[in-house]
């Protein structure tokens, strides 16, 4: 859930500005309610397919109970890191179109590098810390510890992920500024 959430906001952020031209020439407003628009499409239909887990979980008898309370904060990190790369990748390729060829790829290399369908003990244990450098590692391994182990997540990995989203976002909005007299002209 949590990798489909990151990869739709991504993908759908990376030509979010490309596919919009027409609206960023003719109207005056914030451009930066794209990537919001994107991000909270992806929530709503993440939030409806958590429902259905959920559901399923009830129904097998492995419900995470209590612990469901944190989930909205996973998915609020997940929606601010997606949001972070994909207003990133969305800025740069309006400037340079092959990103949008190349971002894809580079997502579903990703999610192979990212336990989500093996557990990570599947890996021998002499790799186990190059996966720290995988932001989307900790936000997987949370959603893996609450839904399906019913342990607490790694705070410290969350902690991680959440700075890289802020330093993103500020990143995103140095971009955007720097580049928002020829944004529209490239386009």
Request: glycine share 6%; proline share 6%; net charge neutral.
């Amino acid at each position: 859930m949590c990798w489909s959430l990151f990869a739709d906001i991504v993908n759908r952020s990376l030509n979010v500005f490309v596919s919009n031209a027409h609206l960023l020439k003719k109207m005056a407003f914030p451009v930066t309610c794209l990537p919001l628009m994107v991000g909270g499409a992806a929530l709503l239909n993440n939030s409806l397919l958590l429902l259905a887990v959920l559901l399923m979980l009830g129904l097998l008898g492995h419900f995470p109970g209590i612990a469901i309370l944190v989930l909205p904060g996973f998915m609020v990190i997940t929606v601010l890191l997606g949001i972070g790369l994909g207003f990133v990748l969305g800025i740069l390729n309006v400037f340079i179109r092959d990103i949008s060829q190349i971002v894809p790829i580079v997502l579903q290399l990703s999610f192979w590098l990212t336990p989500v369908v093996y557990p990570l003990d599947a890996i021998p244990q002499s790799y186990h810390w190059l996966f720290n450098f995988n932001p989307m590692f900790h936000v997987v391994q949370a959603y893996h510890s609450v839904l399906v182990f019913h342990h607490p997540p790694d705070w410290g990995g969350l902690l991680f992920v959440l700075l890289l989203s802020v330093a993103l976002l500020a990143l995103a909005a140095t971009l955007y500024r720097r580049a928002k007299p020829e944004l529209v002209d490239m386009l």
